[in-house]
């Protein structure tokens, strides 16, 4: 396999999301920079299976859990670079130029992308920049902005943690010092902000961060993130 990308995704019910973000990613491989789309899946009865088959994907299964399915993921892909992605995250036009210069420049970081919602209004606006902030001052970027990196330096940092949750704060944590960000963007979904309210979301997520930093364990936090999904 020439192409130097390998895009893992973590998937759990997502037949509906999975075609939108794997055509956001066509251009890599129209222009031979992905090798393969590896989905990792968690348990899915929804048929996001049969979407990930009929993309062409190679299929990695196992229990739920976002570090699990994405270490299972990593380990199955074959590409010199791995691009993890979530199921409902979509990249911007000219991520492929993005991607391309920061491995020729770059290629003892971890490249993420600037992130957007798919939504209207100043509270997607305002809740984006504070993300983007939080991963420039703090070497903090969340799963939800993609994480582009070399496989030999992600093997140097112990790889993908394998937890249930906040698997993007400890890979970030180990990465410090090693993070940049592309010049292209990572649009994701609102859902679930629009679900429970924007400053609502924003709040639980800061208390869920805070609690992991002061040492509560990843599986004591994802009962709590699951209970209000």
Do not use: C
């Amino acid at each position: 396999m020439h192409a130097p990308i390998s895009v893992v995704i973590p998937t759990l019910n997502v037949a509906a999301l999975l075609p939108g973000t794997a055509e956001a990613l066509m251009a890599g491989v129209t222009e031979g920079v992905i090798g393969e789309l590896v989905v990792s899946d968690g348990g899915s009865d929804d048929g996001t299976l049969d979407v990930a088959r009929a993309l062409g994907a190679e299929i990695v299964e196992g229990p739920a859990g976002r570090g699990g399915q994405i270490a299972r993921g990593v380990a199955a892909a074959r590409g010199r670079w791995v691009l993890i992605l979530h199921a409902d995250t979509h990249l911007s036009a000219h991520w492929v130029e993005a991607a391309l210069r920061h491995m020729r420049e770059h290629g003892e970081t971890a490249g993420y992308f600037r992130l957007v919602f798919r939504a209207a209004g100043v509270a997607p606006k305002l809740v984006a920049l504070g993300a983007n902030l939080r991963s420039r001052v703090f070497g903090l970027p969340y799963g939800d902005q993609g994480l582009l990196v070399a496989r030999s330096v992600l093997d140097s940092v112990g790889g993908v943690p394998d937890v249930a949750l906040m698997e993007d704060v400890a890979l970030a944590r180990a990465l410090k010092g090693r993070l940049r960000m592309m010049e292209a963007e990572a649009q994701t979904s609102a859902a679930r902000y629009l679900a429970e309210g924007w400053a609502r979301r924003v709040m639980r997520n800061l208390w869920t961060l805070v609690r992991y930093l002061l040492g509560a364990r990843p599986e004591a936090l994802v009962r709590g993130y699951e209970a209000r999904r």
